[in-house]
């Protein structure tokens, strides 16, 4: 350890603070999250420096504007890390003129608590350089499985002091920074290297949230509420988007994590804004627990929403599906039924004029031109003008369709899975509505995917995940694609926001569109099954949030079901679910189980590196073989849908 240039010293009353803030953002704007981030910091910082990685747009510049000093726009190369090299550099020698440079970034929501009692508290301290929070040293090095893995603040938060920042050290550091093209190299030659790069030449670093005070040794990600019950005036956005196994080996329950960010009074929206728009769909319902368990009994308190609901009823023989919901509702609404011939529309008003129904104010019975799509075209067709009147708050997409390809007891129970997790009772259909009250960013709520009768899980996506690339790239989707298998409505029914919908009422369709895949083939359910799947990421676009719901009923039956499954598939892999999956995972696909897949899944666990030789040569055979298997389900089943989608 050599000895530096200078003593460490506390930060000098009325002392000068640069802050050089990182933001990336895919879309090369700027959000709320950010404007709030660093409104809160101005009294305590004498300038800002916003680093801006990649491109920034009008609306992007003009809210940085409101909160920083100055900004600098440059290519999204080597992280933020790179971003703060650049910084310095763009600062140059008026470095000279501040006490603390802190380099930070926009990964974290805040504040949640106010910054100045940390800032106040870490003035105190005579120390080269300080980090809110840091990493226990770890005898081994998880991210290469070789070496340890050293103490070290995390780079998202680090100040430093004059004393260090204008000494050779610091200087050649910046200068030497190795390039960083993937994430692993910033952690591994920047995040974990920093700490022990300027102790080893006598530096002194401190923390304000050690994690010795924590009972794990990533507080940040896995003891958040106990950082904030501390007075930390920051939460990392990663507990809400990090891999939902991992974070379940490690009991992090971002359920609760959210509603302590909300009690100190943080403005929540924000974080689902932002979370919506940059997360997977399903990893964010996952990690933030935002599955509703809604009671029934009696209505609570009347609702200011308006709202009309767009119920499409192709069989007039099935239309007392929908008189039953409907003699539920506990709020006024106006009533869209939409079918398929004249006939049919006669005796869905003759039902409607027998069943009383307090709650409907209006009815309004449509003819549609075509069956081409079923209820998503009647919806965004044939009921355009209804959403995109401006007359209603929410409006309920519920069908009366059900599945004739398979068993009656499925069908059954897809109809009363679909339409009681909407509306069960007048006191359930209040607590849904109370959602909407509660979060103005909430798009849409809808059962989750159904898994009893059907064999979704795993591949949901199915042949649709191209078409639905094609249709987000001609929107400006950009919400990160979930795995397997998407949050999505997959039976067809939802509560939600008009304005929600924007995105994908902007695509201004016609009823021979959903008559046409993209292959050119006739599949009147194609282009519907695709935007079922699209309704979380269309919303998300705009910085609307989902959520799933389950009566109570529905919620017994569906836990008490996936518990036994979950078990009996846990029986033969090793470890907890996190290695179970991850085991699997290595293993690849298992086809029928013949000797040809069983040798395959043995070399990928057992000999990787042959595997991956020999991977380019058996990659078209397993393609033949899963076009195989496909065809000899579609035989097996008799025209039965193939796996993944739900009829």
Not at 169 to 176: I, L
Not at 425 to 431: E, I, R, T
């Given at each position: 350890m050599t000895t530096p240039g200078q003593k460490p010293a506390r930060f000098p009353d009325g002392g000068r603070r640069l802050v050089i803030y990182v933001v990336y953002d895919r879309r090369g704007t700027v959000e709320d999250f950010v404007r709030y981030a660093l409104e809160g910091m101005r009294d305590d910082a004498a300038h800002i420096l916003a680093v801006v990685n990649g491109s920034l747009d009008d609306a992007g510049r003009a809210l940085l504007e409101t909160v920083t000093d100055d900004i600098l726009v440059r290519s999204n190369d080597g992280f933020d890390i790179w971003a703060h090299k650049e910084g310095l550099a763009h600062i140059g020698d008026r470095i000279a003129e501040f006490d603390e440079v802190l380099l930070t970034n926009d990964t974290w929501f805040g504040p949640v608590q106010p910054y100045a009692p940390v800032f106040d508290r870490m003035n105190a301290q005579d120390v080269h350089f300080w980090g809110m929070t840091d990493h226990e040293w770890e005898p081994l090095n998880k991210f290469t499985n070789e070496g340890e893995l050293p103490y070290h603040l995390q780079s998202f938060w680090i100040a430093v002091r004059k004393e260090m920042f204008l000494s050779p050290?610091?200087?050649?550091?910046?200068?030497?920074?190795?390039?960083m093209p993937s994430y692993f190299d910033a952690v591994l030659k920047h995040e974990t290297q920093f700490t022990k790069h300027f102790q080893d030449r006598g530096y002194s670093a401190a923390v304000a949230f050690a994690s010795e005070d924590y009972p794990t040794e990533h507080p940040a990600l896995f003891n958040a509420d106990l950082l904030l019950a501390d007075g930390c005036p920051l939460i990392k956005r990663r507990p809400f988007f990090h891999y939902p196994p991992f974070l379940d080996r490690h009991a992090v329950i971002g359920r609760r994590t959210a509603a302590v960010v909300e009690s100190y009074g943080y403005p929540i929206e924000l974080m689902w804004s932002n979370l919506a728009k940059n997360v997977q769909p399903k990893t964010l319902n996952t990690d933030a627990g935002m599955l509703e368990v809604l009671p029934d009994g009696p209505a609570a308190a009347a609702s200011d929403f308006r709202i009309a609901v767009l119920a499409h009823c192709a069989d007039p023989r099935t239309v007392d599906h929908l008189t039953g919901r409907l003699a539920l509702l506990p709020v006024g609404v106006d009533l869209v039924v939409t079918t398929l011939d004249e006939a049919g529309a006669s005796r869905i008003r003759?039902?409607?004029?027998?069943?009383?129904?307090?709650?409907?104010?209006?009815?309004?019975?449509r003819v549609l031109p075509s069956s081409d799509g079923r209820d998503m075209s009647a919806f965004f067709v044939g009921c355009?003008?209804?959403?995109?009147?401006?007359?209603?708050d929410l409006v309920v997409k519920i069908h009366t369709r059900a599945p004739r390809k398979r068993g009656a007891n499925i069908a059954r129970y897809f109809r009363r899975y679909q339409l009681e997790n909407l509306i069960s009772?007048?006191?359930?259909?209040?607590?849904l509505l109370g959602l909407f009250a509660r979060e103005p960013g909430l798009g849409a709520v809808f059962p989750p995917m159904m898994h009893i009768g059907y064999t979704l899980a795993g591949r949901g996506w199915s042949q649709y995940r191209e078409p639905a690339l094609e249709i987000c790239k001609r929107l400006g989707i950009k919400v990160p694609f979930d795995g397997a298998t998407p949050l999505a409505p997959m039976g067809g029914m939802w509560v939600g926001r008009p304005e929600a919908l924007r995105l994908l009422l902007q695509d201004r369709l016609g009823y021979d569109d959903y008559a046409v895949t993209s292959s050119g083939k006739r599949d009147a359910a194609d282009l519907a099954r695709v935007q079922e799947r699209l309704v979380p990421m269309a919303l998300g676009e705009l910085g609307y949030h989902c959520r799933t719901v389950l009566n109570?009923?529905?919620?017994?039956?569906?836990?008490a079901n996936l518990a036994y499954k979950l078990d009996q598939l846990s029986i033969t892999p090793p470890g907890y679910p996190l290695e179970q999956i991850q085991w699997l995972h290595r293993a690849g696909w298992a086809g029928a189980g013949g000797i040809v897949a069983m040798t395959r899944m043995y070399m990928r666990l057992n000999h990787p590196g042959v595997a991956a030789r020999l991977a380019p040569v058996v990659r078209p055979f397993v393609g033949l073989a899963r076009r195989g298997m496909h065809v000899v389900r579609t035989v097996r089943h008799r025209g039965r849908p193939i796996e993944g989608e739900m009829q």
């Open positions: 050290e610091w200087h050649a550091y910046w200068r030497d920074l190795p390039e003759q039902a409607l004029d027998d069943t009383p129904l307090p709650m409907v104010q209006t009815v309004d019975i355009r003008d209804v959403l995109e009147s401006g007359q209603y009772s007048p006191g359930q259909f209040s607590a109570q009923e529905h919620a017994g039956i569906a836990y």
